[in-house]
């Protein structure tokens, strides 16, 4: 406990007063040591909301990273070089796409989520989900009329090509849909969602490419669709909160 001094008036030379205020003094019957303090601090910090949340999204994070890494010695001893080129590409196009169709939307959604009401976050999502499809079919249209030198450059197919667009749109919404549990500060449903798509995304490559011996094709199947399979969930999420 702190005990406070009554401030003290003092004239100076020239005849204005002023007032000297004592600092405060740590009282000699407590035993509160300033370290002491601190520590209660950190630990009633580290109970908070905010720090459970933050040590969920870095172990969702962390399993998230490191499930494709422990698998990576398996995908290489049967996918060939030309294969994890393709796989390169076909990535480069879902990244592309999933970039483009969610491009700039991320931080005004989570703002809108976490200030404004329901029914005008549901407006601006709505709003949102029409410039993705929008952009998604700009990007459809524009593969499709450049579809001689996408395959004479990437050597991937049109089939390919539209499956990889249309897993990038996917990932895009299922990136909206995470940044909503994060703004109504839904962690574990985040952490969970995160979570069981990798375990999902590892089995499929490893059923594919071990198993049936599909080679790049398996492991090019498992990521678009566990891809597809998020924006469907996704999708569903929005359509019961009536988009």
Aim: aromatic share 10%; glycine share 6%; hydrophobic share 55%.
């Amino acid at each position: 406990r702190f005990h406070r001094r009554r401030p003290a008036i003092w004239i100076n030379r020239a005849g204005a007063a002023f007032v000297v205020r004592w600092t405060p003094k740590l009282s000699c019957g407590r035993r509160m040591t300033i370290p002491k303090r601190i520590t209660e601090e950190a630990f009633r910090a580290a109970r908070s909301l905010s720090a459970r949340s933050a040590a969920i999204y870095v172990v969702s994070l962390g399993v998230t990273l490191g499930l494709p890494f422990l698998i990576l010695p398996v995908m290489a001893n049967h996918i060939q070089p030309t294969g994890y080129g393709k796989l390169s590409m076909l990535q480069a196009f879902i990244t592309f796409s999933a970039i483009g169709c969610g491009f700039g939307l991320r931080n005004p959604l989570f703002r809108s989520f976490s200030v404004h009401d329901d029914r005008e976050s549901a407006s601006y999502l709505s709003a949102c989900l029409v410039i993705m499809a929008a952009v998604f079919l700009l990007l459809v249209t524009t593969a499709i009329l450049a579809r001689a030198p996408i395959q004479a450059v990437t050597g991937v197919s049109m089939r390919w090509t539209l499956l990889a667009l249309s897993a990038g749109l996917c990932t895009a919404l299922c990136q909206t849909q995470m940044t909503i549990m994060q703004a109504q500060h839904r962690a574990l449903s985040y952490a969970m969602a995160q979570i069981c798509f990798s375990f999902l995304a590892v089995g499929a490559s490893l059923l594919m490419v071990v198993v049936l011996n599909w080679f790049w094709v398996g492991r090019a199947l498992a990521v678009c669709g566990i891809a597809l399979l998020s924006g469907a969930w996704a999708c569903y999420l929005f359509w019961r909160r009536g988009m």
